[in-house]
């Protein structure tokens, strides 16, 4: 959700990729569904684990900033502060999954977190881009 956020609102501006703990999974279908409702089409997104990253040639000490949404996302992303120079941020985000008895109940607490993590992009990227608008 975050990687299709960042290229909505900041285009071009830097090289963003999404990654996990897990890779080999679909994106679920309800941040596809809340990301939709602003013009994010998520549908072909893929999680990609770190170690996937890294077997299919993505140069990790390119990266800058690595943002975490999970604690096992910061300790994997800590762990490779030892073999790379990155920078490690960690957001705590609403895990949204399983939280809501109804359909729209569920959309809300994905709403919720894609709401959160809109802002903390904001907050740490500044305005969009006008080119990506």
């Given at each position: 959700?975050?990687?299709?956020?960042?290229?909505?609102?900041?285009?071009?501006?830097?090289?963003?990729?999404?990654?996990?703990?897990k890779?080999?999974?679909?994106?679920?279908?309800?941040?596809?569904?809340?990301?939709?409702?602003?013009?994010?089409?998520?549908?072909?997104?893929?999680?990609?684990?770190?170690?996937?990253?890294?077997?299919w040639?993505?140069?990790?000490?390119?990266?800058?900033?690595?943002?975490?949404?999970?604690?096992?996302?910061?300790?994997?992303?800590?762990?490779?502060?030892?073999?790379?120079?990155?920078?490690?941020e960690y957001?705590?985000?609403?895990?949204?999954?399983?939280?809501?008895?109804?359909?729209?109940?569920?959309?809300?607490?994905?709403?919720?977190?894609?709401?959160?993590?809109?802002?903390?992009?904001?907050?740490?990227?500044?305005?969009?881009?006008e080119?990506?608008?």
């Open positions: 959700m975050a990687e299709g956020l960042m290229k909505k609102y900041y285009g071009t501006a830097c090289y963003v990729q999404s990654a996990g703990v890779g080999e999974m679909e994106i679920d279908g309800f941040s596809v569904a809340v990301c939709r409702e602003l013009g994010v089409e998520l549908e072909r997104h893929r999680v990609r684990s770190f170690d996937e990253m890294q077997e040639g993505d140069d990790l000490s390119g990266f800058d900033l690595i943002v975490a949404l999970s604690p096992a996302s910061q300790r994997r992303a800590l762990d490779l502060t030892r073999l790379y120079h990155l920078d490690v957001w705590p985000i609403l895990d949204p999954t399983g939280l809501g008895h109804t359909r729209e109940a569920q959309l809300q607490s994905y709403r919720q977190a894609r709401d959160q993590i809109l802002g903390r992009i904001r907050a740490r990227f500044g305005s969009p881009t080119a990506a608008t």
